[in-house]
């Protein structure tokens, strides 16, 4: 029961979050039909300052959400893809932002985020699952917090074929900048459904 209740709390703040507003072409919520812009949008200049696009970064797309800005990318990083990572903790503290120890979205359930699981081995950090159509997924998830409260989430994905020998390279990175007045939002709507 207990479980029910969290995972029915992640799916919706992941619908606030990620499903809101528009719905893409044909009213499919799924990212891949978002309207998006290869070309860097009129966002507010803070937000394009802080976000990092990794620098080998290819097929660079941008999605402006109700609740949030978004960009994604596809990059070559062999598998733990520790340079990668280095890179987006450069950028993220040189920009004077904290790395957060806990999922933001999870609060209560105290979820460590890759970096601060107690594995010494980078690749062990990684999270894995495998999907119904034979696919392993590696994420890495990676939240950051600045002294306003806008938060920016990382997400590092691998998606190979579960019999697949071959090394893993195809790297997809999104990142999320949620803004101060909706992370106080799903803070409330997490407080409520407790």
Not at 114 to 134: E, F, I, Q, V
Not at 136 to 148: A, C, N, P
Request: proline letters at 6%.
């Amino acid at each position: 029961m207990r479980k029910k209740r969290w995972l029915r709390k992640v799916v919706f703040v992941f619908f606030i979050i990620f499903l809101s507003g528009d719905k893409g072409e044909g009213g499919n919520p799924d990212v891949e039909h978002w309207p998006y812009s290869t070309q860097q949008p009129n966002w507010p200049p803070y937000v394009l300052a802080n976000i990092w696009v990794p620098k080998q970064a290819k097929e660079v797309r941008y999605y402006t959400r109700p609740s949030n800005y978004q960009v994604s990318s596809e990059i070559v990083a062999c598998f733990p893809a520790a340079s990668v990572i280095d890179e987006l903790v450069n950028h993220m503290a040189g920009k004077g932002w904290k790395r957060l120890e806990f999922d933001f979205l999870n609060p209560k359930s105290k979820v460590k985020l890759n970096h601060a699981k107690p594995y010494h081995s980078l690749a062990m950090k990684w999270g894995h699952y495998s999907t119904k159509d034979a696919m392993d997924i590696y994420q890495w998830v990676d939240d950051w917090q600045d002294l306003d409260g806008n938060i920016i989430r990382y997400g590092l994905m691998y998606r190979v074929k579960s019999d697949a020998d071959s090394e893993m390279c195809a790297l997809s990175v999104i990142a999320i900048y949620v803004p101060s007045e909706t992370v106080k939002q799903i803070e409330f709507i997490l407080g409520e459904m407790r």
